[in-house]
């Protein structure tokens, strides 16, 4: 849902302190151990899960439970627990609206996520930020930024939004968003009003370029995932250190839990939104990147799916694919 | 000792090639299978040091590590069960090369394929005629190909039909009539015109009833009096447009009023008895014309469901969608009487060939196959390009051979011609 400096970051700071995180670790690696030793005892397998915010209400989940809903509660459970337990090892932060999309049909909603992230961490006796899990994403930077450059110029300062409207010369914009018609509407506002901007001071200005996502990365999300294995395999092979060895793993063991269903469907809002832009993309001659937006909307309406940002990324990790994406498309 | 030491030398390129084989084969499957298994069995998946080791040696216990001997193989061979010699071959007439019997001979089909670059923007529907072909796309213009021209020239296009681009368009079987359904969410009527055998602008289906979102896939009837349209609320609804005011005559639903699923494909039997749609969460509904009740709702795919076809003689309806299978009714009884399984992507599009012999099928891939529907297996298998095929259709006999075409993402016409027939 926004350029780039915003949401393709990796959040790298981490809330708390060390020690508590070791603490948490061993926390929760106990609650998977109490697991592990209900199944090699063949007895039912159980989470106790604080309900409220007294501490005092537990609920226990049992696998496989008397119903279905139980069985998934408990799914929906073990997954966070991995998830905050690789993200704790590794250091990232993870977002709720990003454990949401790695299993968006387990979860089903974002409430139900939001609820279970808050239920674990009343159970572990600890507040949600030390789970490295927030609210939702921070940009890498935000507020003014001022960019120096080499003839010891000066540009801004300026907030992202004035940067792109800026048009610095050196450095190319490619926005990312959605693949829904809110996504392109956001892009097309960025990229009409560069052009006007061309018009009225340079020329010789690219504009703001359109990075994805597109119908093509949808189908195309297999061949990425072959060349990211290719390089992390490489990776292990050049000695590595304690530290780096042990993101690796975590990552592996992040994008084991790869299984969510890629994309939702279009809504009838969503086909009339596409609709509108269609028809005000009709104003608009002559620019390459508006005929290939004509046309992403148009294969969109035809697939009838859509894909957010978040879908793309690895457990909240988009470095990759962005290195991969921008690699094509600059020389 | 000496064994030991040497040992492990000779077996790890061994291993190494076995697993390298193992992921080439296994990577197209990973995505889909891995879900349910991580699913079930979390705890496995989970990277803890030391605390896995058991289970793990447990799991490596469990793995059979005979191997299969030389005895148990053969008679596995000779209960039936390996590759058979293949024996029933003949000389195809058309170019003389062998080809297994019953079988399209391949050899034709790639020497005869024509590729014709025709759109500024995707293909995203076709529909024949007996002698031309009409194709929309992305663009605003509609392009009518001849059909009985070996080179099949652009005949007549059409400008400015709809302004957003056209995603569906169909004709009667007769001929005489095709309907076109823009991104707009307007719907047009051509009329052909026999003697300078160019289609006519026959007016649009307008009212409270066409609106944006109200129409998405059409179909036709036989004689082009009535038009079917799927919505994104799942009805379906018929219109009168033989007559000049097209009204809306009928209206079928599929699941309690404005709540169904966004309907995808439709299709009208030949016979005009039934009607058939498509729906994304994966049912298939087919209505009784006559009485104006749902038929049967089959169920099966789950996925999307993309396109949805009648056969000739109204005996079987064949659906497919993002499920990558064909599953194919009887209209009889409403059973599901089998899968046709080979495509690996989206299937996109379906027809029926005229006799009820064979089903054309497209997939988001770019492949092409031909199913042969009395022996359920796949004929023949195309792929001109990697980029999505929106619409694959044959196109109406004419002489010997049977002819088809396909059109898609790579914005061009490919024409494929079975050489005998037979």
């Known amino acids: ?331 | 000792m000496a064994a030991t030491a040497f040992l492990p030398r000779l077996a790890s390129p061994l291993s190494l090639a076995a697993s390298r084989w193992a992921t080439f084969y296994t990577t197209p499957y990973t995505l889909k299978f891995l879900p349910s298994l991580s699913i079930a069995i979390p705890g496995v998946t989970i990277n803890i040091p030391g605390l896995l080791g058991d289970i793990w040696e447990s799991v490596l216990r469990a793995v059979p590590k005979n191997k299969v001997s030389h005895s148990k193989k053969r008679s596995r061979q000779m209960a039936g069960k390996a590759l058979k010699d293949v024996n029933h071959l003949c000389k195809c007439p058309g170019c003389g090369e062998i080809k297994r019997t019953h079988r399209l001979c391949q050899h034709c089909l790639e020497a005869d394929e024509r590729l014709l670059a025709a759109h500024i923007a995707d293909i995203f529907s076709l529909a024949a005629s007996p002698k031309t072909l009409l194709s929309a796309s992305g663009s605003s213009t509609l392009h009518v190909h001849d059909t009985t021209d070996p080179s099949y020239p652009l005949k007549q296009s059409i400008p400015g039909a709809h302004k957003l681009g056209c995603h569906h368009i169909c004709t009667s079987r007769n001929g005489l009539y095709a309907a076109s359904a823009g991104f707009g969410g307007e719907v047009k009527i051509w009329e052909y015109n026999k003697e300078t055998g160019e289609w006519n602008d026959g007016g649009e289906v307008t009212g409270p009833t066409v609106k944006p979102g109200e129409v998405w896939a059409i179909a036709l009837s036989e004689d082009g009096g009535y038009l079917a349209g799927t919505t994104n609320d799942g009805r379906i609804n018929v219109w009168d447009v033989a007559d000049r005011s097209r009204a809306k005559i009928r209206e079928y639903e599929t699941g309690s009023a404005g709540s169904g699923s966004f309907g995808m494909c439709v299709d009208l039997s030949n016979d005009g008895k039934f009607t058939a749609s498509g729906h994304q969460n994966g049912s298939v509904y087919v209505f009784n014309n006559d009485t104006g009740r749902i038929l049967y709702s089959l169920s099966g795919l789950a996925k999307p469901v993309r396109a949805v076809a009648i056969s000739p003689a109204g005996t079987r309806v064949a659906a497919a969608g993002d499920a990558g299978i064909i599953a194919i009714y009887d209209t009889k009884h409403g059973e599901h009487v089998g899968n046709l399984t080979g495509h690996s992507s989206w299937i996109t599009s379906l027809d029926w060939s005229d006799t009820g012999e064979y089903l054309l099928s497209g997939s988001m891939d770019g492949k092409v196959k031909v199913w042969s529907i009395e022996r359920g297996v796949c004929v023949a298998t195309h792929s001109e390009t990697d980029k999505a095929l929106w619409a694959v259709r044959w196109l109406p006999k004419t002489g010997r051979s049977e002819m088809f075409c396909t059109a898609g993402a790579n914005r061009s016409l490919s024409f494929y011609r079975e050489a005998t027939g037979s």
Not at chain 1, 213 to 233: A, P, V
């Open chain 1, 1 to 331: 849902m926004d350029v780039i400096p915003r949401d393709g970051e990796r959040i790298v700071t981490q809330p708390g302190n060390t020690t508590s995180a070791g603490a948490v670790i061993s926390r929760i690696e106990s609650i998977l151990e109490s697991i592990l030793d209900c199944l090699a005892e063949g007895k039912e397998l159980c989470i106790d899960l604080t309900t409220a915010r007294d501490g005092q209400t537990t609920q226990r989940v049992h696998f496989p439970g008397r119903c279905a809903q139980e069985a998934t509660k408990f799914a929906r459970i073990l997954l966070i627990l991995q998830l905050a337990h690789d993200a704790l090892v590794s250091g990232i932060v993870l977002t709720k609206r990003h454990i949401f999309y790695q299993h968006q049909e387990l979860f089903g909603s974002q409430r139900t996520v939001d609820k279970l992230v808050d239920g674990i961490a009343l159970t572990l006796g600890i507040h949600r930020d030390e789970l490295n899990i927030v609210a939702s994403s921070k940009g890498v930077f935000s507020g003014p930024l001022s960019l120096r450059l080499l003839d010891d110029r000066v540009i801004g300062p300026a907030t992202g939004d004035a940067l792109i409207r800026f048009n610095c010369p050196q450095i190319p914009i490619f926005a990312l968003v959605d693949y829904d018609p809110d996504g392109l509407n956001i892009f097309r506002c960025y990229r009409f009003k560069s052009n006007t901007a061309i018009q009225e001071t340079d020329v010789t200005t690219p504009g703001i370029r359109w990075l994805g996502i597109k119908s093509q990365d949808l189908l195309e999300y297999e061949r990425y995932l072959n060349h990211s294995t290719r390089h992390s395999s490489t990776t292990q092979q050049s000695p590595t250190s304690q530290s780096s060895q042990e993101s690796n793993s975590s990552k592996s063991s992040i994008s084991s839990t790869e299984c969510r269903d890629p994309v939702s469907f279009l809504s009838t809002r969503d086909r009339k939104v596409a609709v509108g832009i269609l028809e005000k993309l009709l104003d608009v001659k002559d620019d390459p990147e508006v005929v290939e937006a004509q046309r992403e909307l148009q294969v969109m309406l035809m697939m009838g799916v859509k894909a957010e940002i978040q879908w793309l990324d690895e457990a909240g990790n988009l470095a990759d694919w962005l290195d991969f994406k921008l690699e094509q498309l600059l020389p």
